[in-house]
């Protein structure tokens, strides 16, 4: 799931937003201040900034060149009231990726993450190695570009297993993390639904190249 840290000192903004975007299942953090922000990205992982410009402390605009100086290749979009020209092409300058004026639509919002999102995962090294390629705002999972059936439920699991690549996952955690199992009996069903994922990715319980059973207690992706 793609984690996304909003910088930004409206609290109404921030709580509409958040709950927004995790509709379409993009995790957000939120904080007011770039000293914060600062602190975040050094101890902890985002796939992209949405910045606002009117912060405490500092302009939004000499922060983004801060980010995209300590982190080139963490993508950043202004989201501001600004209209004017001027802030636009500075912030360009500074390194930011998108520019979007308040107010407008989050459906925009979500769009034009989506698309800086698969940009950067191109331009990633590792890009061409991956089958797998989970686009979270259509809750879809394409490999090798083609893309899975799956109900909500295999979506959401494959998905964690992927996001948790190599790590052992287990029942309960995946039960306290996924709201589709709940739909379909708990975690009896667990294993019904990674066999479903099994036969629709190609992958053979007994020789696994993909998701691989830990005994006692759940499952792993083990791909690339």
Not at 114 to 123: D, E, G, P, S, V
Not at 170 to 189: H, L, P
Request: hydrophobic content about 40%; charged content about 30%; proline content about 5%.
């Amino acid at each position: 799931m793609p984690r996304i840290l909003m910088v930004e000192d409206d609290a109404q903004i921030t709580e509409l937003l958040e709950q927004y975007l995790a509709r379409y299942g993009l995790e957000t953090l939120s904080v007011d201040r770039p000293s914060v922000a600062r602190d975040k990205l050094r101890t902890e992982q985002y796939d992209l900034v949405l910045l606002d410009l009117g912060l405490p402390e500092m302009d939004g605009l000499e922060l983004c060149k801060i980010i995209k100086s300590d982190h080139p290749e963490l993508p950043v979009i202004i989201s501001t009231a600004r209209h004017d020209t001027g802030d636009k092409v500075v912030a360009f300058d500074a390194g930011a990726d998108d520019y979007i004026a308040k107010p407008y639509d989050p459906r925009e919002l979500v769009a034009r993450i989506q698309m800086i999102l698969k940009r950067y995962a191109r331009l990633s090294p590792t890009a061409a190695a991956e089958v797998f390629w989970v686009d979270a705002v259509r809750m879809e999972i394409t490999q090798e570009g083609r893309r899975l059936d799956l109900t909500q439920a295999e979506y959401e699991i494959f998905a964690l297993l992927l996001k948790k690549k190599h790590q052992a996952v287990s029942r309960e955690y995946i039960v306290n993390s996924i709201d589709a199992v709940r739909w379909e009996s708990g975690d009896r069903s667990i294993d019904v639904i990674v066999s479903r994922i099994r036969h629709k990715i190609g992958d053979d319980p007994r020789e696994p190249k993909y998701i691989r059973s830990v005994r006692g207690v759940g499952y792993k992706y083990i791909g690339p």
